[in-house]
């Protein structure tokens, strides 16, 4: 199980330092809507400089048309990232021709769909899509293993589930992580990391119980330690 964690902090100057202090470690880490949006391609260049082993997962969870996702993704892979993620509810389509653009390519960043956002609940989500959260997870993930792609973002509790229905290597990255049994904050379908490993979880993704710890390093060595 590999660790990424999420720079989520309010300024560029928050996520560099925090970066900093994080840089003896080997993970993942997460640049999201804001910090993407308010500081862009150079944030992930000073990243990489600070140690470039940093991998990058660009979670940007692309969701249009399939051309205009195909074309995003081609301008991403153009980047130093190693990762990026797409909603799978954008289609079996979209997903096609994303990785269709990214296949003659040399090098390519790994691709994940989003299943369903683990800040929903049971109720929220069969609001939003008229179905369980298992049904249409399992019918997500299925979609985008046969689109090609690498994995999907998607709870501890469906991981399973997902390994079984496509296969061991089919990646599971999993938000909603609280390594020690933190408080859930806006995250309603939290896990911690004992069940997450014993859910298979390929990469948890943790935002606020690193970067508020008052000693993030040390946060990051004790969930390393745990993994
Ligand atoms: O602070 P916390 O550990 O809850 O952060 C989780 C991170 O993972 C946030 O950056 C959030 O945007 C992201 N995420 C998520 N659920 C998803 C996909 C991404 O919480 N399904």
């Not at 940093?54 to 048309?65: E, N, S, T």
Request: proline share 4%; net charge neutral.
């Amino acid at each position: 199980m590999q660790l990424c964690v999420a720079l989520d902090l309010p300024s560029l100057k928050e996520n560099l330092k925090l970066a900093e202090e994080l840089k003896e470690f080997d993970i993942w880490l997460k640049v999201g809507f804001r910090s993407y949006i308010r500081d862009g391609r150079e944030f992930i260049k000073a990243l990489k400089q600070i140690n470039p082993s940093f991998k990058i997962f660009l979670d940007l969870k692309l969701y249009d048309i399939p051309n205009t996702m195909a074309d995003a993704a081609e301008e991403i892979a153009k980047m130093d990232v190693d990762m990026f993620n797409i909603h799978a509810s954008a289609g079996k389509r979209a997903m096609q021709e994303v990785m269709k653009r990214l296949e003659p390519l040399k090098k390519r960043p790994l691709v994940l769909a989003v299943t369903a956002l683990t800040s929903f609940d049971y109720h929220t989500f069969k609001e939003i899509y008229g179905a369980e959260i298992e049904e249409k997870a399992k019918q997500f993930a299925l979609q985008s293993y046969q689109a090609g792609l690498d994995g999907v973002v998607c709870s501890v509790y469906e991981s399973p589930m997902i390994k079984h229905e496509t296969g061991s290597s089919f990646i599971t990255l999993t938000p909603g992580i609280r390594p020690f049994g933190e408080s859930g904050d806006d995250q309603k379908r939290v896990a911690d990391i004992k069940t997450a490993k014993e859910y298979n979880v390929d990469i948890i993704v943790v935002g606020r119980p690193v970067y508020k710890a008052e000693n993030p390093a040390k946060a990051v060595k004790k969930i390393l330690h745990n993994i």
